[in-house]
């Protein structure tokens, strides 16, 4: 069965930094594209970042609103997907979802098809 | 980037209602468009993907159209399970995924 466990939420001050994990079981996680999406509160969701997978160089593409502050690691070994998050802003507030993209025969779709239940990022002062 | 207008951003139906919404583009995007399902308080989970194609166990009144800029979503007989909030999703290499603003569905 495959689960998707966000953890790391927090409150943190504006400008401070926190660091999101994701812990993946029932699938081999090196085969998956990961992303993060977020949802502010009462809010739409908004995708954040994504880690392709071990045949695409696990390589890494992030929305404007985040580039330059947030990063996206991996490792599989933990079967865990990260992100750190830097110089955040009251608008980063939201529900953080780390989420897992239909990948079949090497090959990745854009549709998600597992999602975990998320993990909240509050940033106030 | 593509824009993404989805429409309405709420509407209240009948139970057995014919329920549409629709997500227009600012450009082309061939079918790359998936539509997504989210009950309060929980995940969001896929319905529609590739703009017509029904994910496994979704119930058949679920169903996509479209192709280019424009999308249509519909639920052919609404049921009280269905209240929740729809989004449009598109995808492609660069930027990866762009959501729509979402519907929110309500039982008149």
């Known amino acids: 069965e495959v689960q998707v466990v966000e953890s790391g939420g927090g409150l943190v001050q504006p400008g401070g930094s926190l660091r999101l994990s994701c812990a993946v079981s029932g699938f081999t996680f090196s085969d998956h594209y990961m992303d993060w999406v977020r949802q502010a509160p009462g809010k739409g969701l908004e995708w954040v970042g994504r880690?392709?997978?071990?045949?695409?160089?696990?390589?890494?593409e992030y929305a404007a609103s985040v580039k330059g502050r947030f990063i996206i690691s991996r490792d599989d070994s933990r079967m865990s997907l990260f992100l750190q998050m830097n110089s955040l802003k009251t608008e980063d507030t939201a529900l953080y979802y780390c989420a897992r993209r239909y990948c079949s025969g090497g090959s990745c779709h854009g549709r998600i098809d597992y999602w975990g239940q998320g993990t909240l990022v509050t940033v106030s002062s | 980037d593509v824009q993404m207008t989805q429409s309405p951003s709420s509407l209240s139906a009948s139970v057995g209602d014919r329920v549409t919404i629709t997500c227009q583009t600012s450009?082309?995007?061939?079918?790359?468009l998936n539509w997504y399902q989210q009950k309060p308080g929980k995940a969001p989970k896929v319905l529609i993907y590739d703009a017509s194609k029904l994910e496994i166990g979704v119930p058949p009144r679920f169903s996509g159209t479209g192709s280019g800029t424009h999308f249509t979503f519909t639920i052919s007989s609404l049921q009280p399970e269905d209240i929740g909030t729809y989004y449009c999703q598109r995808y492609d290499d660069l930027p990866p995924l762009t959501f729509g603003g979402g519907t929110k569905v309500e039982i008149k």
């Open positions: 880690s392709r997978n071990k045949i695409n160089g696990y390589t890494t």
């Open positions: 450009h082309d995007i061939n079918n790359y």
